[in-house]
């Protein structure tokens, strides 16, 4: 770990969560998903493989895991898991997304680690990964997978590239809409029909959590292992996010060229998959 | 459950031998702190043995502990947000005041979740705990069941043994002679000793409160005698928590003064004027003494079932005599007169050598030796596990960096010591009461935990773990 790493590390306050302890997040339905192997609830510690958190992405649900990664992973030995933050997929909350914050987000992600016997690996996608990373500045995962991770350093200074490129739905996020995903951002070898199926899936976001996602995050110091994964060929992150947030915590990171966005659903997922399951047997 | 009591005689002192457990520390009981500090040394990679000297853990969440204090009513009275562990929250699924049925399932699931039991020996008491050379420690461990004592050595001691079970007792004038029963709130685990009885309350602490109001649902009479007038706190005003309220004045950094005024004022509104009802009014300021957070005792007083009585004069037979003159016929005087720190295991040159009571840095470190550390000798006007969890995160990191740098450790020590007996307020002046021995201002006490740990993280070398 460099120095100039730990500097930026340093964030204000991780001890006094003033607004946590007064004004407490409300409490939503969480819809988890897992595959555990048998007894394994009873027995966490017999197997050698820790549990798997799975975070989704902005207007994404768990579902997006359950398609291909879940039962991969279960597969290979895994317990998995992969909860919905409260308003999307079948989680409730969504009558209260419009006051949603990325700390309520944090809580469903901390409620769902509060109920796994054993610490899990937390794998998170996108604005899943930086919320990961909020949970991981107050909670010691096992490991911490960043996948296609939203900018630590705040996505404002992608503003101005939406703005020339896509003014439409640059207005549409300053007015509070959801950020508009469509296939070619997400996919880059799916073909069209699976595409758009995926693409109709995405629900709502947050406007308080997209406008956060501009803002800088200070997280740290994180004391377990670190994989962050990008691709070039991702058109939602831009691959400054992705160095930023690997030399935050003094890791490189790993390249898929080839996936787009979604390397969860997109074609060329397995690769994807067994990079971050190489990864937790070799360090987590 | 499986410690059977062996018949062959005891075997005691001279072990055979110390078994080394080189630089692993040793945490002495298993209630909140001692569970937070053992996984947090565990979580910075250092080796730790907990001892629980009953057959669970929880200390005095373990209701059926032969040393827990709490009563078959007990709930939590502050609310979950600042009470739980930061990194473990309680489950949605709990209401805002937890039972102690609840919080005693809360820390099963943490010690599991967190690999704890891997660590924790049960039914084992800490009977001594003794210096050796380096700054080392020989605790020496007796087993309940087969009463074998096992000695081994360690870097260092994290006491968190508690301190609210070992009884204060007061002492007035005649109460040898008193024909009724005499007990003290740890005797006290339901409203059955109070069934149908003229009951005397003594105390107006948290516990004094919650048994005055069990008492006036199950005694005959109840009486509770209180040596002044305090503020009666509600568990919620105008529609929320009170604690939550009172950390969002913090939160909005308002002064003392104003807090003051705006705390009584919700009070006079919500519940109204103590004196009305027959109260005393309080001797001091708001803040000056541990909150008591009880909104039913005043309820009852307005029913007539409580009948508020000073301090008590003198026991004359089956009649008390109070300071105001009046007095009354009793069956069961309850004393609710509080806990004093105990640590029967260690000798008292260590943690409390003037013999009244410890005084610490930051109520963890002592000036006598750099690796005896207590946690939970704290009383904070507030929940209490997220200061356990800090104060077991500050202790882990100074035994992480003693065990990488010991000359940097040496050095923050230092600095420790030299903070000894500062007290944490919150700019009130405490009254004085072996009650507030531990009183903490718990965000002012956690802020000065974060200067210390950020202290320590800049002096632990750079990428060390």
Same mark, same amino acid.
């Given at each position: 770990?460099?120095?100039?790493a730990?500097? =930026? ?16 997040p409300t #409490?939503?339905h969480r ?12 027995e966490?510690?017999?197997? =050698? &493989? ?7 992405g ?9 398609e291909h990664w ?6 290979r ?10 308003g999307?997929?079948?989680?409730g909350?969504r &009558? ?16 769902t680690?509060?109920?796994?016997p054993?610490?899990p690996?937390?794998?998170?996608? #996108?604005?899943?990964a930086?919320?990961?990373q909020l ?14 991770p939203a900018?630590?350093?705040?996505a404002?200074y ?5 703005i ?7 207005? &549409?996020v300053?007015?509070g ?5 469509? #296939?070619?951002?997400l ?15 995405l629900?709502?976001?947050s406007?308080?959590?997209?406008y ?5 995050? =200070? ?11 990008g691709?070039?060929?991702?058109r939602?992150v831009d691959?400054k996010a ?14 898929l ?6 390397l969860m659903?997109?074609?060329?997922w397995?690769k ?6 190489d990864?937790i047997?070799?360090?987590? | 459950?499986t ?6 005689e005891p !075997?005691?002192a ?12 040793a ?7 001692g /569970?937070?500090?053992l996984k ?7 080796d ?6 009953d ?5 005095n ?6 040393n827990?204090?709490?009563y078959e009513?007990?709930? /939590? ?7 739980q ?5 309680m489950p ?5 005041y ?19 039991f891997d660590?924790?020996?049960f ?10 050379e380096?700054?080392?420690w020989?605790v ?5 069941g ?23 007792i007061?002492?007035?004038p ?8 005499i ?9 059955d ?11 107006a602490?948290n516990?004094?409160?919650d ?5 006036? *649902? ?12 305090y503020?009666y ?6 529609g929320?928590?009170?604690? *939550?309220?009172?950390?969002? /004045?913090?939160?909005l950094r308002l002064?003392?003064?104003?807090r003051? !005024?705006m705390f009584?004022? !919700?009070?006079?509104l919500t519940v ?9 009014k309080?001797?001091?300021e708001?803040f000056e003494t541990?909150?008591? !957070?009880n909104? *039913?005792?005043v ?10 009585k000073?301090d008590?004069a003198?026991f ?25 720190a ?6 008292d040159?260590?943690?409390n050598p003037?013999?009244d009571h410890?005084?610490l840095?930051r109520?963890i470190f002592?000036?006598v ?5 207590v ?11 997220t200061i356990a969890?800090?104060q077991g995160?500050?202790i882990?990191?100074y035994?992480?960096?003693r ?10 020590y ?9 007290r ?18 718990? *965000? ?11 202290r320590?993280e800049?002096?632990?070398?750079v990428?060390?773990?």
């Open positions: 770990m460099s120095t100039p730990r500097t =930026r590390l340093r964030r204000s306050s991780k001890v006094m969560r003033m607004w946590d302890w007064s004004v407490p #409490s939503a819809e988890v998903l897992s595959i555990v192997p048998e007894g394994w609830i009873d966490p510690r017999a197997t =050698r &493989k820790p549990p798997i958190l799975f975070v989704h902005l207007a994404h649900g768990a579902w997006c895991w359950r879940m039962p991969a992973a279960a597969e030995g895994f317990p998995v898991y992969a909860v919905s933050l409260r999307h997929g079948d989680s909350g &009558k209260r997304l419009g006051r949603t914050l990325l700390r309520h987000y944090v809580h469903d992600v901390m409620q680690i509060t109920e796994l054993q610490k690996v937390l794998v998170g996608h #996108s604005m899943g930086l919320i990961a949970v991981a500045d107050r909670y010691q995962p096992q490991g911490l997978a960043l996948l296609t900018p630590i350093q705040g404002a992608e503003l101005p590239r939406l020339r490129k896509r003014p439409l739905d640059a207005l &549409k300053v007015a809409g959801t950020l508009p995903l469509r #296939s070619e951002q996919f880059t070898g799916l073909d069209d029909v699976t595409a758009a199926r995926y693409v109709d899936r629900g709502r976001e406007p308080w959590a997209q956060e996602l501009l803002l800088p995050h =200070r997280i740290g110091p994180v004391r377990c292992p670190v994989l962050v994964v691709t070039p060929d991702d939602v691959e992705v160095e930023v947030t690997a030399a935050t915590y003094g890791v490189d990171p790993v390249w060229p080839g996936i787009g966005h979604d659903l997109d074609a060329g397995e994807a998959l067994s990079v971050v399951l990864w047997d070799e360090r987590c | 459950m410690a059977e009591p062996m018949t062959s !075997v005691t001279e072990p055979a031998g110390v078994i080394d457990r080189g630089g692993a520390w945490v002495v009981g298993s209630g909140p702190h /569970l937070s500090a947090n040394l565990l979580e910075l990679g250092l730790a043995d907990g001892f629980e000297r057959t669970d853990l929880g200390g969440w373990n209701f059926h502990a032969e827990s204090r709490v009513s007990t709930h /939590l009275i502050s609310t979950k947000p600042f009470t562990f930061p990194d473990f929250p949605d699924a709990y209401p805002d937890p039972s102690h049925w609840q919080v005693h399932r809360y820390f099963r699931s943490y010690a599991e979740h967190f690999g704890l660590h924790l020996t039914n084992s008491e800490v009977v001594d705990v003794a210096p050796v380096g700054d080392r020989n020496t461990v007796r087993d309940r087969s009463d074998v004592t096992t000695t081994r050595q360690y870097a260092g001691v994290v006491i968190a043994n508690g301190h609210n079970w070992w009884p204060k007061p002492q007035y005649g109460q040898d002679t008193f024909t009724g029963e007990r003290h709130s740890a005797q006290y685990k339901s409203a000793v109070v069934r149908g009885k003229r009951v005397l309350v003594v105390g602490g516990t004094g409160c048994v005055a109001v069990e008492s006036a *649902q199950n005694a005959k009479e109840t009486y509770h005698s209180t040596r002044r007038g503020y706190n509600p568990k919620y005003a105008l929320r928590p009170s604690d *939550q309220t009172a950390d969002l /004045l913090l939160a002064p003392l003064g104003l003051r !005024v009584k004022s !919700v009070l006079r109204g004027d103590f004196e009305k009802f027959g109260l005393r309080p001797d001091h708001f541990h909150p008591i !957070v909104q *039913q005792l309820y009852y007083v307005g029913h007539g079932d409580i009948q508020p000073p008590i003198r004359d037979g089956s009649t008390v005599h109070f300071e105001d003159g009046t007095s009354a016929e009793i069956d069961v005087v309850v004393f609710c007169t509080g806990y004093l105990h640590f029967p295991f260690l000798d040159s260590y943690l003037d013999g410890p005084v840095a109520q002592t000036p030796t750099p690796t005896l550390t946690s939970g000798l704290i009383q904070p006007d507030s929940g209490q596990w969890h800090w995160m500050l882990a990191t035994a992480a960096l065990a990488q740098d010991p000359v940097a450790a040496q050095r923050f230092d600095h420790m010591v030299s903070e000894t007996g500062v944490f307020t919150g700019g009130a002046e405490y009254k004085d009461s072996t009650r507030h021995y531990y009183e903490i201002a718990h *965000q002012e006490y956690l802020r000065a935990i974060e200067r210390d740990l950020q320590l800049s002096m632990a070398p990428g060390a773990r």
